[in-house]
């Protein structure tokens, strides 16, 4: 082969005709193209809201019409589901007769209280790491493991040491969410940038001024996020201390109900346990995006 | 007639510990920088300048030598110099002006002063208007105004700027070198300026000191004896090239020696 040659050779290849046999050159020709699929952009059409809203309230009157056309006919057992119309009669004298009110207060009470010891002391935790590597390497596993702990399994221990008061339910709200916003809270903390601590050194500033003026607002969008998740965890802490020791409550008094086949009970209190939760949900929320507005991040 | 030294480094070297040896980061560096003046530093990433400025601010503890602010030894301690790093770390919750109060703050002088203080310097260096804005609102440029301004609103002689226009576009970044420069004339700051660009440092400074790497040390200290106010086109004059070229001969020779080495 000559040099020539070796030159033509790399032409072709650089032209990028392949396969092509000596003499013959390949076109590229659109006989040779596959056959192009064209569609339209699929495009979805929102519904207005009205719509929305009218579609979910007729699901929920079909679900009730049909419970109640059911257990009438006998096609469900009337004793073990209960129907709509006997829950009703029973909400009624839930309120009237029954003492509903001291129930709503003492769960609301109990997730209230849990809920602002356990965010507000495991953020502090959580922050504190940021002080001292070595005591943050030193509690990094009593952390973890408290968090992959099944603390409900602890409560009947709880009970025991708080009693059956108002205390126990509060501890159990309490250790659910204290973890959530520790972890979450050093998160924040790790996530601080190294040159904005740079910066405020730079500035001269103490230990104590980069605590204050840059780990606490820059960490407080991470606390705000939890607020949420902690709001459901605290109910769910108080719901199950009522479960296994308690005189008040809608958790006692659904596992009353329960207990003495009073199931249209069952429903009235978890249908009213479920408004309860919305509503301190729906607060929370609205907490939330006012902080965030106040934090302006 | 000599301004007095304001700065000096005396042999300041660092040298870490790693698992293969000792790395020397910097060798022995010497430099004396007289009060008022504009001096760069260029070299290839690598070459130790921002081991350097983080030693000169005290925020890292030289392994030798001492560096010397006002003839008074001010090795590892913090708050002497102004220092910008390369991003402009604004922090997002404060908005313009109470970000560029923060050293004053820190410093401990009263909100109300230091706002007082600063709030004609940010509408006479370009900032008007944007004074209670918070810095997301702000462009790149703005941002970096306004993290010098913090920079000088600290009050230190001299003040360390780390690549402080490094990710403008082009056309920003010229203005603000000029920006910089009419900041520089009102306050008489001793400026140590590091970037990248030679041109920017030549068209800047008093001096460009060329660094190179393994270990990291100036090779070259260049004066620039042109005189100031500088109009853009200086960069065209055969007294600017020549620097220049100087300079790019002392980064190419460190970068080749440097391929050397590794082949």
């Given at each position: 082969m000559t040099i020539q040659d070796t030159i033509k050779g790399t032409i072709r290849a650089a032209s990028g005709i392949a396969g092509a046999s000596d003499g013959a050159r390949a076109e590229p020709t659109l006989t040779l193209r596959p056959a192009r699929k064209i569609r339209r952009l699929p495009v979805q059409k929102d519904w207005p809201l009205w719509a929305l809203i009218a579609t979910q309230i007729g699901i929920l009157v079909i679900i009730i019409a049909l419970w109640q056309v059911a257990a009438d006919r006998g096609w469900i057992d009337g004793f073990f589901w209960s129907k709509p119309s006997a829950i009703w009669q029973t909400l009624i004298t839930f309120f009237t007769d029954g003492d509903a009110f001291t129930d709503i207060g003492f769960t609301f009470r109990s997730t209230i209280i849990g809920f602002l010891i356990g965010t507000s002391v495991g953020s502090m935790l959580g922050l504190s790491f940021w002080w001292s590597r070595n005591y943050a390497a030193i509690a990094q596993p009593f952390v973890i493991c408290f968090e992959s702990l099944p603390k409900l399994a602890l409560a009947p221990l709880v009970i025991l040491v708080?009693?059956?008061?108002l205390a126990s339910k509060v501890a159990i709200a309490t250790a659910l969410t204290l973890v959530v916003s520790t972890l979450t809270a050093y998160a924040g903390v790790k996530a601080v940038d190294p040159d904005q601590e740079r910066l405020f050194y730079s500035l001269g500033a103490s230990r104590l001024q980069v605590f204050r003026k840059l780990i606490v607002p820059f960490c407080l969008p991470w606390i705000i996020s939890v607020l949420r998740v902690n709001i459901g965890l605290a109910l769910t802490g108080a719901i199950v201390g009522e479960f296994i020791a308690s005189q008040h409550g809608l958790g006692r008094q659904i596992l009353y109900a329960g207990q003495t086949y009073d199931i249209a009970l069952v429903w009235v209190a978890v249908l009213v346990l479920s408004t309860l939760a919305v509503v301190m949900y729906v607060t929370v929320s609205w907490i939330e995006s006012a902080l965030r507005k106040g934090v302006r991040q | 007639m000599l301004q007095p030294v304001k700065l000096r480094l005396e042999d300041v070297s660092m040298t870490f510990k790693t698992p293969r040896g000792v790395f020397e980061?910097?060798?022995?560096v010497t430099l004396a920088i007289r009060q008022g003046r504009f001096v760069s530093l260029i070299g290839p990433s690598g070459c130790g300048k921002s081991t350097l400025f983080n030693v000169i601010a005290g925020l890292l503890e030289p392994s030798g030598g001492r560096v010397v602010i006002d003839s008074v030894?001010?090795?590892?301690?913090?708050?002497?110099v102004g220092y910008m790093l390369?991003?402009?770390?604004?922090?997002?919750?404060?908005?313009v002006l109470d970000n560029v109060i923060l050293g004053m703050e820190i410093q401990g002088v009263p909100l109300q002063a230091a706002r007082d203080r600063a709030l004609p310097l940010l509408r006479r260096y370009g900032l008007a208007g944007f004074e209670?804005?918070?810095?997301?609102?702000?462009s790149g440029g703005m941002r970096q105004r306004a993290a010098l301004l913090r920079t000088l609103m600290f009050d230190t002689d001299v003040i360390l700027l780390d690549?402080?226009?490094?990710?403008?576009d082009a056309q920003t970044k010229l203005q603000m070198q000029e920006w910089l420069l009419q900041l520089w004339s009102d306050f008489g700051k001793t400026v140590v300026f590091v970037t990248h660009d030679v041109e920017e440092a030549i068209y800047l400074s008093d001096e460009v000191n060329v660094m190179a790497t393994r270990p990291g040390r100036i090779v070259e200290s260049i004066p620039v004896p042109i005189a100031r106010p500088r109009p853009r086109s200086v960069t065209l004059t055969p007294e600017f090239i020549a620097i220049k070229e100087r300079c790019l001969q002392l980064l190419t020779a460190a970068h080749d020696s440097h391929v050397d080495e590794a082949a």
């Open positions: 708080f009693g059956m008061g | 980061a910097l060798a022995p030894d001010a090795t590892g301690t913090i708050g002497r390369q991003k402009d770390l604004l922090l997002p919750w404060r908005t209670h804005l918070y810095p997301s609102a702000l690549e402080p226009f490094g990710a403008l």
